[in-house]
């Protein structure tokens, strides 16, 4: 078995003395655990260390993986150039990730090096690691702002290298858990940042690596966490195998969250392919859905069907409600992919003859036009949630006290310069928020004069 084990490690610089200078005596579990995972490295004597770090090169739609020989780096940043490091990679192993990464097409390769140094979320276990065990190249792999499925996809391409390489490999999981756990931490307090600790360290501590899926976007971000998506490429290469998990720590004395697991293989699990798993659930529930959506959604479904599989428009189809043929209106197209936007784009006022044919030019531009993302493709349309947004005539506002997030949308404007947002979305949960984010849209920089109006959607499933 070429994965020997995995760890979850988080990566304080603080906890490296020269940098730390005593604070680190703040966090004595961790060093504890870290200390006691050096030991088990050492024990295996891998040939290659796998490293996922939220803190090397991360792109929105690409997973990077560090190219050439060798890399330095040092904690310079933190004070400490004294505290050096010089790394071999290893280039067969990632030789074989990228070949495989391709003939699956997947966004996985060695372009796009912006910083050839060493990151602090590699060096900070390597500062461990060194002391101990002075053996194996390293593999160095960034997150990307793909969904969780991707990262998990990718640990499975990893285990596949890996396994036909024949290279003995630990990985290390580098990542912290949320930032926002006290109000005397750096980021200050937030719920959720409790609440992300509590149930990353029960799902790891039970190796039920299905339920990091479970983890939205939105919660995720409100808790500012730094390793979710480091954990599940590193779930991912343990697919279809049972795992033996443990807890060794967790601190959050700083007001960020430190968190120590092993995980180590044990034989073929069939039941344990959580990806498989969890894709079918999603198609299930998406289909069943879809089956129980209005005639607007439907038409939508149908519009994105046609253009993904056929490039051709849909008509107008027979047996609609008169609303949808009499009536005009702006309207909006949403679609969303395993619970990230995979793409909207709408009218703010009536641009086709009627609502029907304002779905259906919508549905084709956001599946195939928004520039924020690729087309959709055939293999995502089973998976895709879609709503639709039939918008009322917007009206001017004096002030943003007349607006309501939940109940009105906004759009901001200056010149020829208009911005718009829907009401009711995740993660907006302040007119402040929404303000700013629909002058953004619109290119109105900060500081410049702005008009505001308001309008309530129907919103459609």
Same mark, same amino acid.
């Given at each position: 078995?070429?994965?020997?084990?995995?760890?979850?490690?988080?990566?304080?610089?603080?906890?490296?003395?020269?940098?730390?200078?005593?604070?680190?005596?703040?966090?004595?579990?961790?060093?504890?655990?870290?200390?006691?995972?050096?030991?088990?490295?050492?024990?295996?004597?891998?040939?290659?260390?796998?490293?996922?770090?939220?803190?090397?090169?991360?792109?929105?739609?690409?997973?990077?993986?560090?190219?050439?020989?060798?890399?330095?780096?040092?904690?310079?940043?933190?004070?400490?150039?004294?505290?050096?490091?010089?790394?071999?990679?290893?280039?067969?192993?990632? =030789?074989?990730?990228?070949?495989?990464?391709?003939?699956?097409?997947?966004?996985?390769?060695?372009?796009?090096?912006?910083?050839?140094?060493?990151?602090?979320?590699?060096?900070?276990?390597?500062?461990?690691?060194?002391?101990?065990?002075?053996?194996?190249?390293?593999?160095?792999?960034?997150?990307?702002?793909?969904? @969780?499925?991707?990262?998990?996809?990718?640990?499975?391409?990893?285990?596949?290298?890996?396994?036909?390489?024949? *290279?003995?490999?630990?990985?290390?999981?580098?990542?912290?858990?949320?930032?926002?756990?006290?109000? %005397?931490? #750096?980021?200050?307090?937030?719920?959720?940042?409790?609440?992300?600790?509590?149930?990353?360290?029960?799902? &790891?501590?039970?190796?039920?690596?299905?339920?990091?899926?479970?983890?939205?976007?939105?919660? &995720?971000? *409100?808790?500012?966490?730094?390793?979710?998506?480091?954990?599940?490429?590193?779930?991912?290469?343990?697919?279809?195998?049972?795992?033996?998990?443990?807890?060794?720590?967790?601190? $959050?004395?700083?007001?960020?969250?430190?968190?120590?697991?092993?995980? %180590?293989?044990?034989?073929?699990? #069939?039941?344990?392919?959580?990806?498989?798993?969890?894709?079918?659930?999603?198609?299930?529930?998406?289909?069943?859905?879809?089956? =129980?959506?209005?005639?607007?959604?439907?038409?939508?479904?149908?519009?994105?069907?046609?253009?993904?599989?056929?490039?051709?428009?849909?008509?107008?189809?027979?047996?609609?409600?008169?609303?949808?043929?009499?009536?005009?209106?702006?309207?909006?197209?949403?679609?969303? @992919?395993?619970?990230?936007?995979?793409? &909207?784009?709408?009218?703010?006022?009536?641009?086709?003859?009627?609502?029907?044919?304002?779905?259906?030019?919508?549905?084709?531009?956001?599946?195939?036009?928004?520039?924020?993302?690729?087309?959709?493709?055939?293999?995502?349309?089973?998976?895709?949630?879609?709503?639709?947004?039939?918008?009322?005539? #917007?009206?001017?506002?004096?002030?943003? $006290?007349? @607006?309501?997030? =939940?109940?009105?949308?906004?759009?901001?404007?200056?010149?020829?310069?208009?911005?718009?947002?829907?009401?009711? @979305? $995740?993660?907006? $949960?302040?007119?402040?928020?929404?303000?700013?984010?629909?002058?953004?849209?619109?290119?109105?920089?900060?500081?410049?004069? %702005?008009?505001?109006?308001?309008?309530?959607?129907?919103?459609?499933?």
């Amino acid at each position: 078995m070429s994965i020997l084990a995995a760890f979850m490690v988080p990566h304080p610089p603080m906890i490296v003395p020269e940098i730390g200078k005593g604070s680190e005596r703040e966090i004595p579990e961790t060093i504890r655990a870290y200390e006691r995972v050096v030991d088990e490295v050492a024990r295996l004597e891998p040939d290659t260390l796998i490293i996922t770090s939220p803190h090397s090169v991360m792109y929105a739609d690409y997973f990077h993986i560090s190219p050439g020989r060798s890399a330095s780096g040092s904690f310079r940043q933190f004070r400490a150039p004294g505290v050096r490091f010089s790394e071999q990679y290893d280039t067969e192993l990632v =030789k074989r990730i990228c070949e495989l990464a391709d003939a699956q097409d997947f966004p996985a390769g060695t372009l796009g090096e912006r910083d050839a140094s060493l990151d602090h979320g590699t060096m900070v276990p390597l500062w461990f690691i060194r002391k101990r065990y002075a053996g194996g190249k390293i593999v160095r792999i960034g997150l990307s702002g793909l969904p @969780l499925t991707e990262h998990y996809r990718l640990g499975q391409i990893i285990a596949q290298a890996t396994g036909y390489t024949g *290279k003995r490999a630990v990985v290390i999981a580098s990542g912290d858990l949320s930032h926002k756990l006290q109000d %005397y931490g #750096p980021y200050g307090f937030a719920e959720e940042g409790p609440e992300y600790d509590r149930r990353i360290m029960d799902v &790891c501590g039970r190796a039920s690596f299905g339920e990091l899926f479970d983890f939205s976007e939105t919660f &995720c971000e *409100k808790a500012a966490e730094c390793g979710h998506r480091s954990f599940v490429i590193m779930a991912g290469t343990l697919d279809g195998l049972n795992v033996k998990a443990t807890e060794l720590s967790h601190q $959050d004395v700083t007001g960020v969250g430190y968190g120590i697991c092993t995980f %180590y293989p044990d034989g073929e699990d #069939p039941g344990r392919h959580f990806l498989a798993e969890y894709l079918e659930k999603a198609k299930r529930e998406c289909l069943e859905k879809a089956e =129980k959506s209005d005639p607007f959604v439907r038409l939508a479904r149908a519009s994105v069907n046609a253009w993904v599989l056929r490039r051709e428009r849909l008509s107008v189809p027979s047996g609609l409600p008169d609303e949808m043929l009499t009536s005009r209106a702006g309207a909006f197209v949403s679609l969303h @992919l395993d619970g990230r936007l995979r793409g &909207c784009i709408g009218t703010i006022a009536a641009s086709r003859p009627n609502i029907a044919e304002e779905i259906i030019d919508n549905a084709v531009s956001a599946c195939s036009r928004d520039p924020r993302f690729s087309p959709v493709t055939p293999g995502e349309l089973n998976r895709l949630e879609i709503s639709v947004d039939v918008l009322g005539k #917007p009206e001017p506002i004096d002030s943003p $006290d007349q @607006l309501d997030v =939940k109940r009105y949308g906004v759009i901001v404007s200056r010149g020829a310069k208009r911005g718009l947002l829907l009401p009711n @979305l $995740d993660g907006v $949960d302040s007119v402040d928020d929404q303000i700013r984010i629909a002058r953004q849209k619109g290119g109105i920089r900060e500081g410049e004069p %702005y008009r505001l109006e308001r309008f309530e959607v129907v919103r459609h499933y």
